[in-house]
């Protein structure tokens, strides 16, 4: 075959695949917006599950994937940064350091199922909790602290390097340079990463399963106690989150309308998803014009 | 004598002086220290040690799964090889038979099915992302792939579930749960991390090699298929390693269109099991300390070896590569 129509052709075929995978995307999101209509009505969005009858709600799952979604950051995010300190500015080359890169992609790369699974181990069993909500946030740290630590060592790797060494030529000590002249101008990144890292949280189910359970008390906002299992914002009970709910729909179905809530649970899940995906590229685009001059 | 004791006055002036210089600069030395400790120690002690916690996690992951899962092999004294290469599972009798050749086979499988469709898909995409139409590429493609990772491996489970089986049972008969739902819902799932790092490896081919080629008269296939793609080999390779590593440890959206019959598929269209799928169905039905709930521990700690030989696969073809 001549070779310009070879090109021609096969340059087609590139174009038809792309189109085809952008085609796909929109139609899996278009499908299951559309399955899921009526998603936004409160009494699904508020109310809580029935069992054997249909029209129940997601009231209690969606506050607790939000909760669980909080209390995994507040566990993982200082973490993060300060092993991306500890790599971007401390960590000298050397065997410890590969140890340390090696670790992160283990650890990275580790199926959700085996942190989930090392969590019943740790934070289920051998604590006494039981499935606890505390348990699943520390299952989802774990899962969620190479990304973190990888995303704080590149946003303070590339911050520090116009201002580093005027800030030490000021007598200032590593640690103050860090701490207030390099990890302020990074921040915007690193909120970019975990950002899109929520984003994941948010959907995680499989180190959830065992963690933090699959059942979701009634909730009661009247009091506040991070111990006390009768409060909503108690640490130490169980808490299905929405992700792990569509699981249980589908494997149990205790309720008629089974179906129906999965889709539009899964439509209050892709939606969030594009919600986190806009936030970040906006955050993100804020970072390159202030990095670039343009405001 | 006067002279004398003027020269003991001084002396006495002097010893005085440097004893408060002494006093002042231990007293300097201590705030120093203070001030170091406010200013820098705390600081780089925290930094440390989040650094060092990451292994400390790694390491207790890595021991604590194994500790339980190789109680298979030494509490119950089954043959490791009996194991992995035998394929009766009974594990709740009496005399439990914990081959579990069917999870291994069933999750080599979906997960190599998964890479040969999204394999050259992605490297596809990459390829479009900066040769053929960059602007559709960063504007478009990006975003989409973006997005395919962002959704919850339930939903791709759920849809896969609601939309995929239905059809599959009306266009080729079965029961709709099958290897192939897997393979197709995992292809896609992996698709943006094949399609993501392949981007980056065919990014930094020098485009002097381009134009090298384009002068000797080449196509841009021809340049593509012939020069870009087989100097961005090794980068490739490991997008398509660790998308094949994503699929073996994806474990509810197998779970959920695979059908998790504990047998080998006889075709692409009848149902199996997987090694995730099966510790996310019985690891909660089964009793600690049961041969049954050890046997599923060792699974789940070869679930870990394996994503533990990707990586070190990985690695190699890293060290190949620089080498060259």
Known sequence: MDAKVKDKILTGVLYAVTFFIVALLVALIGYILFKGKGFLKPSFLFGSAKFGEAGGGIGPQLFNSFYMLIVALIISVPFGIGGGIYLAEYARKGKLLNMIRLCIETMSSLPSIVVGLFGLLIFVNMTGWGFTLLSGALAISILNLPALTRVSENAIRIASIPVKEASLGLGATRWQTISKVVLPSAIPQILTGIILASGRIFGEAAALLYTAGMSAPKLNFSYVSLIDNGSAFSLMRPAETIAVYIWKLNSEGMVPDAAQIANKASAVLVIMVLLFNFLARVLGRKIYESYTGKK | ?324
Not at chain 2, 2 to 20: M, R, V
Not at chain 2, 268 to 283: N, R
Request: with cysteine.
């Open chain 2, 1 to 324: 004598m006067k002279n004398n004791l003027e020269n003991f006055n001084g002396w006495l002036q002097k010893q005085s002086a440097i004893k408060n210089i002494n006093l002042r600069s231990v007293n300097m030395e201590k705030k120093l220290f203070w001030n170091k400790l406010k200013n820098e120690y705390i600081g780089r002690g925290f930094a440390v040690f989040c650094g060092l916690i990451i292994i400390v996690l790694t390491l207790s992951i890595i021991i604590f799964i194994a500790s339980k899962g190789i109680n298979t092999f030494i509490k119950w004294r089954y043959p490791i090889t009996e194991f992995l290469f035998t394929s009766n599972w009974a594990p709740d009798s009496s005399n439990p038979k914990l081959g579990a050749a069917i999870f291994f086979v069933g999750s080599i499988l979906v997960s190599v099915g998964a890479v040969i469709i999204s394999a050259p898909i992605g490297i596809a995409l990459a390829v479009f992302m900066h040769y053929i139409s960059p602007k559709v590429g960063s504007k478009i493609l990006q975003p989409s792939l973006e997005l395919f990772v962002g959704i919850p491996s339930v939903v791709y489970g759920w849809v896969g579930f609601s939309v995929l089986l239905p059809f599959l049972k009306r266009g080729f008969g079965g029961i709709g749960f099958s290897l192939i739902a897997g393979i197709l819902v995992l292809s896609i799932m992996i698709l943006p991390t094949i399609a993501s790092i392949s981007a980056d490896a065919v990014k930094t081919i020098p485009k002097s090699y381009m134009e090298a080629s384009y002068g000797l008269g080449a196509t841009r296939w021809q340049t593509i298929s012939r020069v870009i793609i087989p100097s961005a080999k090794s980068g490739i390779l490991t997008g398509v390693v660790l998308g094949l590593a994503r699929a073996f440890g994806e474990a509810l959206a197998v779970q959920m269109v695979i059908g998790n019959t504990v047998k080998f598929p006889g075709n692409l269209l009848s149902p199996t099991s997987t090694l995730t799928s099966i510790l996310t169905m019985d690891m909660g039905n089964t009793v600690s300390g049961t041969a049954w709930n050890d046997a599923l521990w060792s699974l789940a700690l070869f679930l870990l070896i394996i994503s533990f030989m990707f990586i070190i696969i990985i690695r190699a073809i890293e060290k190949r590569s620089e080498i060259k």
